[in-house]
């Protein structure tokens, strides 16, 4: 397989289920950064890294469950720039979550980003890397919900990318453990399509949604993933 080249870093994905892809890529450049941030399923560290070049002074912690990722975005982290400033860690977010609760000086994130596995009803794949990555048995999105609650500083943001279908059960789950929309950026394939996937985001406080829609290819999209692609 390979590897993907971005403007100040490599992308290594023989190792990995889920291959660099636009939810991955747009995510990263759409959510919010902070000092203290968290990747929840790391894969190919492509979200780290990208949240890493955005913040100079973010320190990113990146999870994975598949040793096989782990060791990929260790690969990937270990040849960027941002090598000092992105841990990675062979970890569920929930054990994460219970790890932190345990610590005497928990750590409180500023922001938490989530690619997270999607598939829901549908049959899962022979390859268990590929299932462990697509579907939702190992990470459901009400577990990742009570992980952020847990993690996430009072003022900080969880950003989520979600195919359209499943972003209401998304939504639904962020309401239940206390969370508030506060951005919604649909996605379209194309201007006259309808939106394929959503980027969301939620905080602990009540706040006004931002809600915007863009086209892949736009001027929109352009901007918002030209720091990266060549």
């Known amino acids: 397989m390979t590897a993907f080249r971005f403007k100040k870093f490599v992308i290594e994905q023989e190792l990995c289920a889920m291959k660099v892809g636009t939810d991955g890529v747009l995510l990263g450049a759409w959510a919010t950064g902070g000092a203290r941030v968290l990747d929840v399923g790391t894969g190919t560290g492509i979200m780290a890294l990208m949240l890493a070049q955005r913040c100079p002074e973010a320190r990113v912690t990146a999870l994975d469950i598949d040793e096989g990722a782990v060791h990929q ?9 941002f090598a000092d400033r992105i ?22 994130y500023d922001a938490i980003v989530s690619n997270p596995p999607f598939f829901i009803d549908s049959l899962q794949a022979p390859d268990r890397q590929r299932t ?4 939702a048995a190992t990470l459901t ?10 993690l996430l500083d009072d003022g900080g ?3 989520v990318v979600v195919p359209f279908d499943y972003r209401q059960r998304m939504e639904d789950e962020a309401t239940f453990v206390g969370f508030f929309p506060s951005r919604v950026c649909a996605v379209r394939t194309a201007a006259h399509k309808p939106a394929k996937r959503f980027l969301l985001a939620f905080r602990k406080q009540p706040c006004p949604c931002e809600r915007t829609e863009m086209t892949l290819g736009d001027e929109t999209y352009t901007l918002l993933t030209g720091e990266f692609y060549l």
Do not use: K
Request: glycine share 4%.
């Open 141 to 150: 999105y009400g577990q990742l919900m009570q992980a952020a609650w847990r």
């Open 87 to 108: 841990e990675v860690l062979h970890e569920s977010v929930q054990e994460h979550a219970a790890n932190a609760g345990n610590t005497e000086n928990a750590v409180c």
């Open 157 to 159: 943001e969880l950003s």
């Open 132 to 135: 462990v990555a697509r579907h």
């Open 73 to 81: 975005a260790l690969q990937n982290v270990a040849q960027s720039p």
